[in-house]
């Protein structure tokens, strides 16, 4: 079902190295997973994103299941036959979708009940439901239906929640019917750390295969975050995978990393791409600017990802300001081939006991990137409205 195992613990921190093991594949951790909401990472092929060397997807179980339907998937093949995957993938329940983008949700004991972002339609999810979409859909790995509190919220409505999530929790639990599948449970608590540890220690009395942390990323400032984790993950099992959900700017993996996270998953690699700003070993490239339409070099002379071996700044600038989609497709790859490399640079240095290093020089280096950025980027606001998206609300 899932196998997990620590490699090299580093001594500075918390960080740890590890493998994470399904039937499918072979995970090296820390890991980043790629967001595919609808299966796919918007316009790439499942063969891209293994020769950019990533074993573990995120999949969408909410938008999933509102299209094509989980029980298509399902008669289908699941998901690994329905987009040809042949990695592991890990979908979420729901959750934080149902109360970020549904109309009129009301949530009580039983579940959630909310109109489609899509057509307005009802539905009422509860944690049976969630399981049995998940297992439909076939995933590795599948998570625990939780309650997301949209914030700032109260010490008594994130209290409310936590319980309401123990509770969904332990149905999870009961209702899940297929060995082959690992679930994981997801701890709630807002911005207060009392919560966060009462979450954590409710969840890990429960027998699941490994622990998310979940409702951040809400437009808290990082020192909250941060502060979160601090309170968390010393609860957590340290044999069983850790899991931080939706979070995925470059310095928050090195600083989730230094917490001991093992995953993480976020848009920001295949969203910043479609928006044309590219991550590089020197601060961001926003390729839409003008500065670039007669620029030959690459991306980033840095980097042997496909796209900057073979085409320039120029011709990346004609393709998104002309909106071709090809620049969704090259724009996507270049991120995750610097994502990629960031988590293997990460898993190194743990491993060969310079993480405390890396992590000292990766900051020094982006706080030199910010000032860069300063005199590099146009700052005009009809620039940053440009855009090309391919689909839905999410990736």
């Given at each position: 079902?899932?196998?997990?195992?620590?490699?090299?613990?580093?001594?500075g921190?918390?960080?740890?190295?590890?493998?994470?093991?399904?039937?499918?594949?072979?995970?090296?951790?820390?890991?980043?997973?790629?967001?595919?909401?609808?299966?796919?990472?918007?316009?790439?092929?499942?063969?891209?994103?293994?020769?950019?060397?990533?074993?573990?997807?995120l999949?969408?179980?909410?938008?999933?299941?509102?299209?094509?339907?989980?029980?298509?998937?399902?008669?289908?093949?699941?998901?690994?036959?329905?987009?040809?995957?042949?990695?592991?993938?890990?979908?979420?329940?729901?959750?934080?979708?149902?109360?970020?983008?549904?109309?009129?949700?009301?949530?009580t004991?039983?579940?959630?009940?909310?109109?489609?972002?899509?057509?307005?339609?009802?539905?009422?999810?509860?944690?049976?439901?969630?399981?049995?979409?998940?297992?439909?859909?076939?995933?590795?790995?599948?998570?625990a239906?939780?309650e997301c509190?949209?914030?700032?919220?109260?010490?008594?409505?994130?209290?409310?929640?936590?319980?309401?999530?123990?509770?969904?929790?332990?149905?999870?639990?009961q209702?899940?019917?297929?060995?082959?599948?690992?679930?994981?449970?997801?701890?709630?608590?807002g911005?207060y750390?009392?919560?966060?540890?009462?979450?954590a220690?409710?969840?890990?009395?429960?027998?699941?295969?490994?622990?998310?942390?979940?409702?951040?990323?809400?437009?808290?400032?990082?020192?909250?975050?941060?502060?979160?984790?601090?309170?968390?993950?010393?609860?957590?099992?340290?044999?069983?995978?850790?899991?931080?959900m939706?979070?995925?700017?470059?310095?928050?993996?090195v600083?989730?990393?230094?917490?001991?996270?093992?995953?993480?998953?976020?848009?920001v690699?295949?969203?910043?791409?479609?928006?044309?700003?590219?991550?590089?070993?020197?601060?961001?490239?926003?390729?839409?600017?003008?500065?670039?339409a007669?620029?030959?070099?690459?991306?980033?002379?840095?980097?042997?990802?496909?796209?900057?071996?073979?085409?320039s700044r120029a011709?990346?600038h004609?393709?998104y300001?002309?909106?071709?989609?090809?620049?969704?497709?090259?724009?996507?790859?270049?991120?995750?081939?610097?994502?990629?490399?960031?988590?293997?640079?990460?898993?190194?240095?743990?491993?060969d006991?310079?993480?405390?290093?890396?992590?000292?020089?990766?900051?020094?280096?982006?706080?030199s990137?910010?000032?860069?950025?300063d005199?590099?980027?146009?700052?005009?606001?009809?620039?940053?409205?440009?855009?090309?998206?391919?689909?839905?609300?999410?990736?």
């Amino acid at each position: 079902m899932l196998e997990f195992s620590i490699q090299k613990n580093d001594l500075g921190s918390l960080a740890r190295a590890g493998t994470l093991k399904t039937k499918r594949a072979s995970i090296e951790t820390p890991t980043f997973m790629p967001v595919g909401s609808l299966g796919p990472v918007k316009g790439l092929e499942p063969d891209d994103l293994w020769d950019l060397g990533y074993r573990l997807v995120l999949n969408n179980a909410y938008h999933l299941y509102l299209r094509p339907g989980h029980d298509i998937v399902a008669e289908l093949g699941g998901l690994h036959s329905f987009t040809s995957w042949p990695g592991a993938i890990l979908t979420d329940s729901g959750g934080f979708q149902i109360f970020s983008l549904a109309k009129l949700c009301k949530v009580t004991d039983e579940g959630a009940t909310f109109q489609s972002h899509l057509d307005g339609s009802t539905h009422c999810i509860t944690p049976e439901l969630a399981i049995a979409i998940q297992e439909a859909l076939g995933a590795d790995i599948i998570m625990a239906f939780d309650e997301c509190v949209e914030l700032p919220a109260s010490h008594e409505r994130v209290s409310q929640a936590v319980v309401r999530t123990t509770g969904w929790a332990q149905r999870c639990l009961q209702t899940r019917r297929r060995p082959d599948q690992a679930l994981f449970g997801i701890v709630q608590g807002g911005h207060y750390p009392d919560l966060r540890t009462r979450s954590a220690a409710d969840l890990v009395a429960m027998p699941f295969d490994g622990f998310a942390i979940g409702g951040l990323s809400v437009g808290e400032e990082k020192s909250v975050t941060y502060a979160v984790l601090d309170s968390v993950v010393p609860g957590l099992p340290k044999d069983r995978p850790r899991y931080l959900m939706g979070i995925g700017q470059p310095e928050d993996l090195v600083e989730g990393a230094a917490r001991g996270i093992d995953m993480f998953d976020c848009v920001v690699p295949s969203r910043h791409g479609r928006t044309g700003w590219l991550f590089t070993s020197f601060g961001r490239v926003l390729i839409r600017n003008a500065q670039y339409a007669r620029d030959e070099g690459p991306i980033d002379s840095e980097c042997d990802c496909y796209v900057c071996a073979r085409y320039s700044r120029a011709y990346l600038h004609h393709l998104y300001r002309t909106k071709e989609m090809l620049a969704v497709r090259l724009n996507t790859i270049h991120n995750l081939h610097y994502f990629a490399g960031l988590m293997r640079g990460i898993r190194a240095s743990i491993m060969d006991g310079t993480f405390e290093l890396f992590r000292r020089n990766f900051h020094q280096e982006r706080a030199s990137m910010v000032r860069d950025e300063d005199v590099m980027c146009d700052p005009s606001p009809t620039q940053g409205a440009v855009s090309i998206s391919l689909g839905d609300r999410n990736d």
